[in-house]
C-alpha cells in the first residue's frame, strides 16, 4: 500500500500519495494551478514557473513551483495569493512577448490576467519549455532532440543541427508543442500588444494536445474562476 | 585527424561519461577545436547519446567547434577591466580586424575571443595573445600587438610560398 | 620521499626539512602567479638564478620562488628574508645591482624600494608598507613561505599537522563541534555555516559521500580563490581532508576553472605529491581513514559556481541547476550526499583545528568570524588582494589600503559580482561582513570589490552586468532566460537615450518578479545590480531618462566627442589611433573629428596625450 501524506494547499486537507508533487496532489484534487512546461509522466524541471506557489514555513513563506516541490506531512501550501498571482502575471507577460502568435500561450497568459504587455514582441515561436526535448529523451530514449548551448542563443536543436537521422519519426515532439496550435493571426501585433482574450481554445487544445492545457487538467478549468481577475 | 591521438585520450577513459568534460578538454588542447567527428568518436567511446556530448561542447565556452586562427586575441571584459576601458579594446580589434568576438578572419591569422574573467583583474585591461598575459593594455599598445603579429604571419606566408616554389 | 605511516614519521620529516633550511644566510623570494607572470616576473626569476650561479652564492642563499603575495599593482617585486626588505617594479636588468648590493653585502638599493605616493617617502620593510600593515593576514601570509609545487615547504611551516592532530585524537563529531564554535561560514557568498553543513552531511543517510572544493570563480573581479589555490593549495586539501574526516566522504573533487591554467597544474601536483606521501589514499598516516581527490576541470561557464550546476558539471553534464527542494547535503553529487565548500572556506580549516576555534572567533563581528580576502581593483592607486577582519568599514578598506582613487573622486564600490550591487560614498561606513552588505542591498559575496570614479556610469554598470548574466544564464527558466534579456533591453534603450519613466517602474518590478521567481540562486541574485543602482543612483537613472544625457559621459548615443582647439597641437596620435579614420588633420594643425563617421569609441580620449578630446 502506498504511504500518504496529509498537506494543506489553500485551506483544504488533502491526502497525495508520498512522492507526488505539489502540482500533481493539486491538479488531482481539481486545485487549478497554472503549469505550461509540466507533462504527465515526464520529469519536472522546473523551467517555465508559472506553477509557482508559496510554501509557509513557520510562519515564513517562500515561493516555488509546485512541479518540482515533492509532497510532505503537514505541508502548507498557498497557490493564489495576491503575490503569487502578481508574479504569475509577469511571468505569463515575458512569455507571451516571447510568441505572441501562440494561441495556447495566449490563453494562457488571458488565465493568469495579463491584459497588455508591456514588452516588444519576439517573434521566437520557441519559449523552451522543454516538452518535445523531454518526450523525446525520456520516453523514447531517442535523444534526437535537445537544448543547445546557453543563455539567449540556447535553442532546441538536431546534434550539429542535422543529424535527423537520430529521430524516430513519432511525432511526440509536435504533439506536445504548446506552439502547434493553429496561430492566431488576430489582434497579436507589434506595436498594439494586446490579448483580446476573446477566442479561448478550450476544444481546440484539449483534443490537440493531452496535458497541453495550461490551467487545470480536468479540462474544465476554463470555467473556473479561481484565477479570474 | 589522427584517430590515434584521439584513442590516446580515451583510453582509461572509456564507457565513463563523467569524464566527458576532461576528454573534451584534452581534444580542445590536442587539435584546437572540437570537430564533429571527434565528438561522434568520444559519443561511441564514453558511451554516451551524440546529442549530450554535442551539447556539452555547446554549453562550455572552453570548446570551440571551428579551428581557431593562429593568432588568438582574448581580451578581458571583467568587471575591474571593463570599467578600466575593455570596451576601447573591443573596438580596437573590431575596427582593426573587422570580425566580432568569436570570429576568425578570412586568413585564419586572428581569432578574437572575449572572455568573463581571467582573475588578474589588479592589471586590468588585460588581453591575452595566445598564452602571453598582457597587462594595462591601451588601444595603442593591443594595435601595435596585432600589426605585429599580422606582419610576422605575412613574412611567414611569403616564405611559404617560396619555399614551396 | 618515503610513505608517511604514521603521524610521528609527519613529524619527523618536518624536523629534518626545517634543520636543511637553517643552511642558507638568506631567503630571496620572488612571487610568480599568474598576475606576477604578466607584469614580467619569470625573467627576474631568471636574470637573479643567473646573477646568483654566476657569483657562486647557491649555497649561502636561497631563491625560493612562491606565489603571488597580493600587491599586483607593484609587481614584479623582491623580497629578502630575514629583513623582510622589498623591492618593487623589478626589471631583470636589475639582477645584477641586486644580487651585488643586496645580497653580497645586504646594503639596500633605495630605488627600488617602495614609494608612499602620499608623502613620497621610500619605505625598507614591507610589513611598513600601509597596503601590506592595514591587513590582518592570516592565509596569505603563508604564500610567502611556500613555493607552491614544494609540499616540502608546506609540512616545514606546520602544514597537515591539523589532519594529524584530527587523525591521531579527535573523533568527526568532535571536529565538527570545533568547526560549529569557530562560527566559520561559507566564504563562497551565501555565507552558510560551515559546521552546521558538514553535520547534516554526516547525518544523512548513505555510505557513499563527496567533499567538493568549488574554485569556479566565475564572479568577474574577484581572485583570492585563484591566488589561494595557485600559491598554496595544500592547505586546500588538507582543509578538503579534514572536511571528508568529518562528514565521512571518500571522494573530493576540486572544481576549478579552466581558465586558471596555472591553478589546475599546482593542485594537480599537489595532490599527486600527497599521494606519494601517503597523505591522500588508503589508511591515511596509517589510521583508517582512506580519502582521495581528483581535480575536475570547468569548461568556462559562470552558472557552475553554482552548486547543484557544479555537480551536474563534474558528472560530465551540461551545468543546469536544478531546484534545490532537496538539499545538496542530502541528495548532491550522484545523488549522494556532498558538502559543497568555497576555496578559502576549506583553506581557513587547518588553522581553526590548529589554534582552535576561540582564536578563530576572537577575530570579526558577531555573525561573521575570522578574515576575509576582498580582490580590491577598479579605479582606485593600489590593486591587490587584501586581508582583514570582518566587520572592517568599506572607507578603511578603500582608503587605508587602497590609497583611494588617484585624482578623480570616488564614487562607488561594487561587490558581490554579478549577484550583488553598488554601493555609494555615503554608504562606506558599512563594516563589511555577510549581515551588513546584504541589509544594504549588495552582498559580500566571494569578496571582489570593484572601485569606481565619476567617470563610470552607474547605468553602464548596470547593463554591463545584464549583458553578462544573458549571456551566462544556463537558459533554463524563463525569469533568467527571458526576464534578464528583457532587464537588458529596457537598461539599453536607457542608455540610447529611448527610455522613459515607466520603463524604469517595469524595470523595477520585472527586477522583482526574477528575484522572486528564478530557479536557482544566481537567478535570484541576477536583478541586485540593477536594483542597488536604482537605490543608489537614481538621478543617473533619471538624467538619462529625462534629460538625454549620460552624466559620466560613458553612453555613447548621449555623448559627442570633439577637438579642443586650445589644447590640440596637432601632433597626429588620434589620427593614427582612430580605427575608423574619423579624424582628420595635417601634422602641427588642429584636428578635426567627423561626427558621421566617429563611432564614439573613445579610443582617441585615451590616447590623446594632452587632454584635447572633449566628450559632451
Redesign the interface.
Given at each position: 500500500m502506498q504511504q500518504q501524506v496529509t498537506l494543506t494547499i489553500d485551506g483544504s486537507t488533502i491526502r497525495a500519495a508520498r512522492g507526488t508533487s505539489v502540482l500533481e496532489a493539486a491538479l488531482g484534487y481539481g486545485i487549478c494551478i497554472p503549469h505550461l512546461c509540466h507533462v504527465p509522466g515526464l520529469k519536472d524541471t522546473g523551467a517555465c514557473r508559472l506553477c509557482i506557489v508559496e510554501n509557509v514555513q513557520n510562519g515564513r513563506s517562500r515561493v516555488t513551483t509546485s512541479c518540482t516541490l515533492t509532497v510532505q506531512e503537514g505541508m502548507v501550501i498557498r497557490t493564489n495569493t495576491e503575490n503569487i498571482k502578481r508574479l504569475r502575471r509577469n511571468i505569463a507577460e515575458l512569455i507571451v512577448a516571447e510568441a505572441p502568435n501562440s494561441r495556447a500561450v495566449q490563453d494562457m497568459a488571458v488565465r493568469c490576467g495579463v491584459r497588455e504587455v508591456r514588452y516588444p514582441f519576439r517573434r521566437e515561436n520557441c519559449i523552451q519549455c522543454g516538452r518535445c526535448v523531454r518526450y523525446c529523451t525520456e520516453m523514447w530514449r531517442a535523444n534526437a532532440l535537445g537544448f543547445i548551448g546557453r543563455g539567449k542563443d540556447r535553442k532546441v536543436d538536431f546534434a550539429f543541427g542535422n543529424r535527423r537521422d537520430i529521430c524516430k519519426k513519432c511525432q511526440s515532439c509536435v504533439i506536445y508543442c504548446p506552439m502547434s496550435v493553429t496561430p492566431c493571426g488576430g489582434p497579436m501585433k507589434p506595436g498594439e500588444e494586446k490579448l483580446c482574450g476573446k477566442c479561448e481554445s478550450v476544444e481546440l487544445m484539449a483534443e490537440n494536445a493531452y496535458g497541453a492545457c495550461v490551467h487545470c487538467e480536468l479540462g474544465k478549468g476554463f470555467q473556473c474562476s479561481r484565477h479570474a481577475m | 585527424m589522427a584517430t590515434a591521438n584521439l584513442d590516446s585520450v580515451l583510453e582509461g577513459r572509456r564507457s565513463q561519461?563523467?569524464?566527458?568534460?576532461?576528454v573534451?578538454?584534452d581534444i580542445q588542447d590536442l587539435y584546437g577545436y572540437v570537430s564533429?567527428d571527434a565528438?561522434e568518436q568520444v559519443a561511441g567511446g564514453l558511451g554516451?547519446?551524440?546529442?549530450?556530448v554535442?551539447?556539452?561542447a555547446?554549453?562550455?565556452?572552453?570548446?570551440s567547434l571551428q579551428p581557431r586562427g593562429k593568432n588568438v586575441i582574448t581580451v578581458c571584459?571583467?568587471?575591474?577591466?571593463?570599467?578600466?576601458?575593455s570596451?576601447?579594446l573591443i573596438?580596437?580589434v573590431?575596427?582593426?580586424l573587422q570580425i566580432e568576438p568569436g570570429e576568425t578572419t578570412r586568413d585564419g591569422l586572428f581569432t578574437f575571443e572575449c572572455?568573463?574573467?581571467?582573475?588578474?583583474?589588479?592589471?586590468?585591461p588585460?588581453v591575452v595573445h595566445n598564452d602571453a598575459?598582457?597587462?594595462h593594455v591601451?588601444?595603442?599598445k593591443l594595435?601595435k600587438m596585432i600589426d605585429k603579429a599580422e606582419e610576422e604571419g605575412k613574412k611567414e606566408a611569403a616564405y611559404g610560398k617560396t619555399g614551396k616554389a | 620521499m618515503a610513505r608517511l605511516e604514521k603521524p610521528e614519521d609527519l613529524e619527523n620529516l618536518r624536523d629534518s626539512l626545517r634543520e636543511e633550511n637553517r643552511g642558507f644566510r638568506l631567503r630571496i623570494i620572488i612571487p610568480n602567479g599568474t598576475c606576477c607572470r604578466a607584469s614580467g616576473s619569470q625573467a627576474v626569476i631568471d636574470a637573479v638564478k643567473a646573477e646568483i650561479s654566476k657569483q657562486g652564492l647557491e649555497k649561502e642563499v636561497f631563491l625560493h620562488i612562491t606565489g603571488c603575495h597580493g600587491f599586483c599593482q607593484q609587481e614584479p617585486n623582491i623580497l629578502f628574508e630575514p629583513g623582510n626588505i622589498a623591492y618593487c617594479r623589478v626589471k631583470p636588468g636589475d639582477a645584477k645591482e641586486i644580487v651585488e648590493k643586496t645580497v653580497g653585502n645586504g646594503e639596500v638599493i633605495e630605488r627600488l624600494l617602495y614609494v608612499d605616493p602620499l608623502t613620497g617617502e621610500r619605505i625598507r620593510r614591507e610589513g611598513d608598507i600601509p597596503f601590506y600593515k592595514a591587513q590582518d593576514r592570516q592565509l596569505l601570509t603563508n604564500n610567502k613561505l611556500v613555493d607552491p609545487l614544494a609540499i616540502e615547504d608546506y609540512i616545514a611551516i606546520g602544514g597537515y599537522g591539523a589532519l594529524a592532530k584530527v587523525l591521531e585524537g579527535m573523533g568527526p563529531e568532535e571536529v565538527i563541534r570545533e568547526i560549529k564554535a569557530s562560527g566559520l561560514r561559507g566564504r563562497g557568498g551565501a555565507g552558510f555555516p560551515t559546521g552546521r553543513k558538514w553535520e547534516e552531511a554526516r547525518e544523512a543517510p548513505g555510505d557513499e559521500k563527496y567533499v567538493i572544493c568549488n574554485a569556479d570563480e566565475g564572479d568577474p573581479g574577484a581572485y583570492m580563490d585563484r591566488c589561494l589555490l595557485e600559491s598554496n593549495p595544500h592547505a586546500i586539501l588538507e582543509g578538503m581532508m579534514i572536511g571528508a574526516w568529518a562528514a565521512g566522504a571518500g571522494m573530493g573533487y576540486v572544481y576549478v576553472r579552466h581558465e586558471y591554467p596555472l591553478a589546475v597544474q599546482h593542485t594537480r601536483n599537489a595532490v599527486m605529491q600527497a599521494r606519494a606521501l601517503g597523505l591522500l589514499g588508503e589508511n591515511i598516516l596509517g589510521s583508517n581513514f582512506s580519502f582521495d581527490i581528483e581535480i575536475a576541470r570547468g569548461g568556462g561557464a559562470f552558472v557552475c559556481g553554482e552548486s547543484t550546476a557544479l555537480m551536474a558539471s563534474v558528472e560530465g553534464k551540461v551545468g543546469e541547476p536544478r531546484p534545490k527542494d532537496i538539499h545538496t547535503v542530502k541528495e548532491g553529487l550522484w545523488n549522494k550526499p556532498t558538502v559543497l565548500n568555497n576555496v578559502e572556506t576549506w583553506a581557513n580549516v587547518p588553522s581553526i583545528i590548529l589554534n582552535g576555534s576561540d582564536w578563530f572567533a576572537s577575530k570579526g563581528t558577531r555573525g561573521s568570524k575570522g578574515t576575509k580576502i576582498f580582490a580590491l581593483t577598479g579605479k582606485i592607486r593600489n590593486t591587490g588582494l587584501v586581508e582583514v577582519a570582518m566587520g572592517t568599514t568599506i572607507h578603511d578598506i578603500v582608503h587605508n589600503i587602497g590609497g583611494a582613487s588617484d585624482g578623480r573622486a570616488v564614487k562607488a564600490i561594487q561587490t558581490g559580482g554579478p549577484s550583488g550591487g553598488c554601493l555609494p560614498a555615503s554608504q562606506f561606513g558599512l563594516p563589511v561582513d555577510f549581515d551588513s552588505l546584504y541589509d544594504a542591498g549588495s552582498m559580500m559575496g566571494s569578496g571582489g570589490m570593484v572601485v569606481m570614479d565619476e567617470k563610470t556610469c552607474m547605468v553602464d554598470v548596470a547593463k554591463y552586468f545584464l549583458k553578462f548574466l544573458q549571456d551566462e544564464s544556463c537558459g533554463k527558466c524563463i525569469p533568467c532566460r527571458v526576464g534578464v534579456s528583457r532587464m537588458l533591453e529596457i537598461v539599453t534603450d536607457i542608455t540610447e537615450g529611448r527610455g522613459t519613466r515607466a520603463q524604469i517602474d517595469l524595470l523595477k518590478e520585472l527586477a522583482e518578479t526574477i528575484g522572486q521567481t528564478a530557479l536557482c540562486g544566481l537567478g535570484k541574485t541576477a536583478p541586485n545590480p540593477v536594483l542597488s543602482t536604482l537605490r543608489y543612483f537614481g538621478d543617473e537613472y533619471l538624467a538619462h531618462v529625462d534629460e538625454k544625457r549620460c552624466p559620466a559621459g560613458v553612453c555613447r548615443p548621449l555623448i559627442r566627442y570633439a577637438i579642443d582647439p586650445e589644447k590640440c597641437n596637432g601632433c597626429g596620435v588620434c589620427v593614427r589611433s582612430c580605427p575608423h579614420e574619423a579624424i582628420s588633420g595635417q601634422k602641427k594643425e588642429v584636428h578635426a573629428i567627423d561626427p558621421e563617421e566617429c563611432r564614439k569609441c573613445g579610443i582617441c580620449a585615451a590616447e590623446c596625450k594632452f587632454d584635447a578630446i572633449m566628450v559632451n
Open positions: - | 561519461p563523467s569524464q566527458l568534460i576532461e573534451l578538454q564533429e565528438m554516451i547519446p551524440l546529442m549530450e554535442y551539447r556539452v555547446c554549453f562550455y565556452k572552453a570548446f571584459t571583467g568587471t575591474a577591466c571593463h570599467v578600466r576601458g570596451d576601447l573596438d580596437q573590431r575596427g582593426q572572455v568573463n574573467c581571467l582573475g588578474a583583474c589588479a592589471l586590468g588585460i598575459y598582457n597587462p591601451t588601444p595603442g594595435r | -
